[in-house]
């Protein structure tokens, strides 16, 4: 444990040095905040017109659409960065197991999206202040676990292929593709064929969210299986750097 | 502390190391010479628990390289070829992560004591990737040296370095290798022949030699060799110093110069003299040529190519 600490404590403190993390960070904020700021002109413009009073979802919604890209960008470098300047001869020959060096990559860039995370907040509270009788906060409670999990299950996702790769932009563009797959085109499937679309609907991770967490409900299943898929990344990620040693 | 068996490690096809045995004890400088290709880093990198050998067993400090890797990397300091560092971080901070891996208790003062070891302490604040490659080396070797290891194991320690840092790192490890057990190869065969207690001759993934640098010299010379200088040319000299008696070959070499060959012990240096002069030559200069550990290697590596290929 303490081995993961170390290594997770080095990756989010680089976080702060590196240009591409604060370009991550100012995308996503320029996003969320731009329909925010769009959310609350409609409200105090035209405040009987909508059906519904805002809640937390008009933050947390594009957060998940921004995480599909963020999450790739920001979890390349860990392991193929270690490959390609050699310093993975310096991890693999320290006194840290693989999956402990695998999970303190993935345990620092999940603490640099929960920093974000926390900075989202200011949203939810602004909106709170504005109006009556404040958020749902059943809906914000669940919408930010389901944030917290989807970013879990993507870093973890990231992480693992960056292990397989000793080019940062390989891994970049085969993460965002898997996770594309897993989340925009995996619902194809399930509406074309009338059996075995089980599968795919259970591999759906846009259902999972926008079909549930984002909408006030917590299922079990849902956290099973995004714990499932974060704990499937790091095995395979500590594979894949077992599988170094033996080349 | 260190032990070898039937070591074989295969990439694909090809075969990097082919079966080698030997051991290292404490207080030891074990050398590894060879050219490049030769299976040392490969060796190395088992040892150090970075890659499981394809055949044969390794021990280090008592424990298994592959079944206790854990217990192995806790216990060996490992400075690889390419000086692998992170260059986002000052050296400071670098050595600090390694010691918090390490689980270094007083993790600080045994960075800041480090740092003095190999006179880097006024750059502990500088980033890593601002040093020079002799920089580089120095923190490399002081990630290897934190946590006091039983082994050390070093890969081209001084390559890189000026000669002033040379000497400094030579320093260093001969320091270290009065208590502890220290792996090192080198192309540079003096170095070798200054550092090392024992040396291990690799060629082409085998064995080739093992022993003291003096005992390699004298077991593999079979006869010394002296070289004498004349004024004007030597040619007629030839014949007489080939009747001296020890004299056992002669051979010219550029103009007025001759070198002789005698067997081991019978020095005959002053009866060439003596006879040089009596033939009417002036006599400039007469040294004894000392065959190298390059000389060494190069005949057991070329024996070793002749007999592949035949």
Known sequence: MRNIWTIAKREYKIYFSSPLAYIVMLIIFAVIGGIFALNIINLTSNPFGMNQAPDATIVTGPMAFMLVFS????????????????????????????????????????????????????????LNGMIDPGLDQQLM??????????????????????????????????????????????????????????????????????????????????????????????????????????? | MIRVSGLTKDYGIRRAVDNITFEAEQGEILGFLGPNGAGKTTTMRILSGYMPPTEGEATVAGFDVVSESIDVRRRVGYLPETVPLYTDMTVFDYLKFMADLRHLPNGEDRVDDTLEMVGMENRADGYIGNLSKGMRQRVGLAQALLHKPEVLILDEPTIGLDPGQVVEVRNVIREIGKERTVLLSTHVLSEAQQLCDRVLIINKGKIAAEDTPANLQASLIGSERGMLRVRGEADDLIDKIRKVKGVSNVQPKEDGVLEFQFAPGQDVRAEVARTTVKAGYDLLEMRPIGMSLEDIFLQLTREENAEMES
């Open chain 1, 71 to 126: 999450a790739p960008a920001l979890t390349m470098r860990l392991l193929a960065d270690e490959q390609r300047m050699g310093t993975l001869e310096l991890m693999l020959t320290a006194p840290v197991r693989d999956w402990e060096l695998v999970v303190g990559k993935w345990f620092g860039s999940f603490l640099f999206v929960l920093t974000i995370i926390g900075f989202s907040l200011v949203f939810p509270l602004i």
């Open chain 1, 141 to 247: 409670l669940s919408s930010y676990l389901g944030i917290i999990l989807i970013s879990a299950a993507f870093l973890s996702i990231g992480v693992s292929i960056s292990a397989m790769f000793s080019n940062q932009f390989a891994a970049f563009f085969l993460s965002m593709g898997v996770l594309v797959i897993l989340w925009f085109l995996i619902g194809i499937p399930a509406q074309i064929f009338f059996t075995g679309g089980e599968i795919f609907d259970y591999l759906n991770m846009n259902a999972r969210f926008y079909g549930s967490l984002n909408r006030g409900v917590i299922n079990l299943s849902d956290i099973v299986y995004f714990l499932s898929i974060t704990a499937l990344g790091l095995f395979i990620g500590t594979v894949s750097i077992e599988t170094r040693r033996w080349r």
